[in-house]
T-cell receptor
Framework: AQKVTQAQTEISVVEKEDVTLDCVYETRDTTYYLFWYKQPPSGELVFLIR??????QNEISGRYSWNFQKSTSSFNFTITASQVVDSAVYFCALRGYNFNKFYFGSGTKLNVKP | GAVVSQHPSRVICKSGTSVKIECRSLDFQATTMFWYRQFPKKSLMLMAT?????????EQGVEKDKFLINHASLTLSTLTVTSAHPEDSSFYIC????????????FGEGSWLTVV
């Protein structure tokens, strides 16, 4: 079964604080992709990152960083020095290598207060 | 780059009427597209897989007669919500696999449906 769990429903931080969004996944596939998307109030999904299951190297992109731990089936997302514009719902998602269907977590709503 | 476009972005319809949402791959051909539904403050749930030239494959619990999917061409899939009711009000979003070997999936901008 494919499943993505985002245990944090909502997080509130003050601007400039660091925040980590957790994501735990389940899959029987040996090859798969993991994603993070940002969904602002307007609704569209903004692609943030895609990770291949063979690549456990952590990645940093500006204030964003991702920690992929295959041993614990986790793919956590950290925003450093958060900003008000980071306020949105963030989804973690899983996709099998040979399939195009996404399995989304329930999302974490991030509120960054000035 | 590859783009998936949805239309309309927002639609309001009366209860009992039908409404059609289009999903287009603008600069590539997509033999398969996917339709997702998102309830307010909830996650996105796959509704169905739209296959060009054949019947859509629906996920368990999704009413086929309620949500009609047509994939008549390699660049267009449509979702028709028939006899809409207020509980059908939701955010609907489609996706398609992009061209090339990158195996990238592109999402449309989504469509907000409000049934009054």
């Amino acid at each position: 079964a494919q499943k993505v769990t985002q245990a944090q429903t909502e997080i509130s931080v003050v601007e400039k604080e660091d925040v980590t969004l957790d994501c735990v996944y389940e899959t029987r596939d040996t090859t798969y992709y993991l994603f993070w998307y940002k969904q602002p109030p307007s609704g569209e999904l903004v692609f943030l990152i895609r990770r291949n299951s063979f690549d456990e190297q952590n990645e940093i992109s500006g204030r964003y960083s991702w920690n992929f731990q295959k041993s614990t089936s986790s793919f956590n997302f950290t925003i450093t020095a958060s900003q008000v514009v980071d306020s949105a719902v963030y989804f973690c998602a899983l996709r099998g290598y040979n399939f195009n269907k996404f399995y989304f977590g329930s999302g974490t709503k991030l509120n960054v207060k000035p | 780059g590859a783009v998936v476009s949805q239309h309309p972005s927002r639609v309001i319809c009366k209860s009992g009427t039908s409404v059609k949402i289009e999903c287009r791959s603008l600069d590539f051909q997509a033999t398969t597209m996917f339709w997702y539904r998102q309830f307010p403050k909830k996650s996105l749930m796959l509704m169905a897989t739209s296959n060009e030239g054949s019947k859509a494959t629906y996920e368990q619990g999704v009413e086929k007669d309620k949500f009609l999917i047509n994939h008549a061409s390699l660049t267009l899939s449509t979702l028709t919500v028939t006899s809409a009711h207020p509980e059908d009000s939701s955010f609907y979003i489609c996706s398609a696999r992009g061209p090339g070997a990158g195996n990238t999936i592109y999402f449309g901008e989504g469509s907000w449906l409000t049934v009054v």
